[in-house]
């Protein structure tokens, strides 16, 4: 094989009390298709970022075409020929095709900017693609797949040698993931190296000349092509202790508090159908853009459904709104806790109760000695520092913000709660106090639904799994049969 492109050897990547990245070695050759793959938090989008020059390494040397390299930011890794291609697309949608193309680097003539040139040139590249898209056309017409294509479009127009596609089929059509992975194949014939992150381990097969696997900040393995396989790929991916990091307590099942039939939205989901008993944990797992969120928030009233029925101890319910969902005594824990959760710039009070002003209210006023009592209790069980009802709510860590956004659904008291990626971005011991709240609750009779990117937390904290794949139900396991390998096929839709 010719010399690679890109060699990493060594390379550690280490934030406060978290080693992200441990020793990895890796390379990029040109003209191949390199795949990496790993669970949530196995240190992808780490590497990406310190390929790309959003990070820089604390040990180990990267070496572009042999030389030793320092990546000193986004635009010098460009300038090397490292480009990248995120799931969220990197676009202006005010602008035209062509001023996409050239976003940034726009080419002048004189002191005017030569739209001719900028429109012929992104032309050219997009014919190149096998794309008949109008420069000159603004960029919001044109569908997603066609957004992408503009963008390989961009950064082939940086004489770009390694391109970097982190998930690029999450939101596209099977026709769209076609033409794709077919212009994925003709750019490795033109001999530029892409390295391909996807959780649809099918296209890794398919276009993917060597995989490596990733698993807690370290390289497990580097498979070659006749090596690849599904059964291959998730042996690596997966494997855990559980039983000492998820506390789960036995509980007494009860009757069926909460059932959904057929639900569906249209382009979103469709015809799903689940319950959830009285001292339950339900299990939620799938990959990104599976459709797990997008389901309960239907349930919750915040999104409408197109056909489907949700059914409350046993009654026909209509939830065209939260608040109709709350009377029915269901809680969401949206995974957005900053953007959706909490008032950032509020207190720890006000955000606690936010959900519950009724309870804590005399005739119009605040009954403020009982907020205050209400509050003091939930700072103490949760263990929220500083334990100030007073403290604004941004100045406090993911994992306290994280708690204060469970006490202001705990002050509710739902019957039904809805935890929607519970421990993204907290620590361990806050992890543990979060899963310890859950016990507590299915101990005294609530049923929780827990959606998790996270497999050995969908393992260790759930009594029964449900799992998704395109906007459809494909696996149900108890937790006696539940394990790593049958989830993520199912996740994967092999099942």
Not at 25 to 39: A, H, K, R, S
Not at 184 to 205: A, F, M, P, Q, T
Request: aromatic share 4%; charged share 30%.
């Amino acid at each position: 094989m010719k010399q690679p492109f890109i060699e990493l050897k060594g390379v550690s990547k280490i934030f406060p009390g978290v080693r992200a990245l441990n020793q990895i070695d890796l390379d990029v050759y040109p003209g191949e298709v390199l795949g990496l793959v790993g669970e949530n938090g196995a240190g992808k989008s780490t590497l990406i970022k310190i390929l790309t020059g959003a990070h820089r390494n604390d040990e180990g040397k990267i070496n572009i075409e042999g030389k030793e390299t320092v990546i000193y930011g986004p635009k010098h890794a460009m300038e090397l020929g490292i480009t990248a291609i995120y799931q969220e697309l990197n676009i202006v949608k005010q602008l035209t095709v062509a001023e996409n193309v050239f976003l940034g680097r726009e080419v002048k003539k004189g002191t005017l900017l030569d739209r001719a040139y900028m429109i012929q040139k992104s032309s050219e590249l997009l014919k190149d693609l096998g794309q008949e898209i109008n420069p000159k056309l603004p960029i919001s017409m044109l569908g997603v797949g066609q957004q992408q294509m503009v963008e390989i479009a961009k950064a082939l127009s940086v004489k770009t040698k390694v391109l970097i596609m982190d998930e690029p089929t999450a939101s596209l059509s099977n026709r769209e993931v076609k033409e794709l992975l077919r212009t994925v194949k003709s750019l490795r014939e033109k001999g530029i190296g892409i390295v391909y992150i996807s959780h649809r381990l099918e296209e890794i097969i398919e276009i993917c000349d060597r995989v490596t696997i990733m698993r807690d900040g370290e390289k497990v393995k580097t498979l070659q092509k006749n090596e690849i396989t599904t059964d291959t790929l998730i042996k690596l991916m997966v494997g855990r202790n559980l039983e000492e990091q998820f506390p789960k307590v036995e509980t007494k099942k009860g009757e069926e508090v909460l059932r959904v039939e057929g639900l569906s939205r249209n382009g979103v989901f469709e015809n799903v159908t689940f319950g959830v008993k009285k001292g339950e944990i339900l299990g939620v797992a799938g990959l990104v853009g599976a459709g797990r969120t997008e389901v309960m928030r239907v349930v919750f009233g915040a999104d409408s459904k197109d056909a489907g029925d949700v059914y409350i101890h046993g009654k026909k319910v209509k939830i065209t709104c939260p608040r109709d969902a709350m009377r029915n005594k269901i809680a969401f824990l949206t995974e957005d806790r900053k953007g959706q959760g909490l008032i950032l710039d509020n207190t720890v009070a006000f955000n606690m109760n936010i959900s519950s002003f009724n309870k804590i209210t005399k005739g119009f006023l605040l009954d403020r000695k009982k907020s205050k009592q209400r509050c003091a209790e939930n700072i103490k069980k949760l263990n929220i520092n500083p334990p100030l009802d007073s403290f604004i709510v941004r100045q406090f860590s993911g994992g306290n913000q994280q708690k204060v956004v469970i006490a202001k659904w705990l002050n509710t008291d739902a019957d039904i709660y809805i935890f929607d990626e519970p421990t993204r971005g907290i620590d361990v011991g806050a992890k543990v106090e979060v899963y310890n709240v859950m016990n507590e609750l299915v101990s005294k009779g609530a049923a929780i639904i827990m959606i998790s990117s996270e497999m050995p937390e969908v393992l260790g904290m759930s009594d029964r799994i449900i799992v998704m794949h395109e906007g459809k139900l494909t696996g149900e396991f108890d937790r006696k049969e539940a394990n790593q390998e049958n989830i993520m096929k199912a996740a994967s839709g092999g099942m």
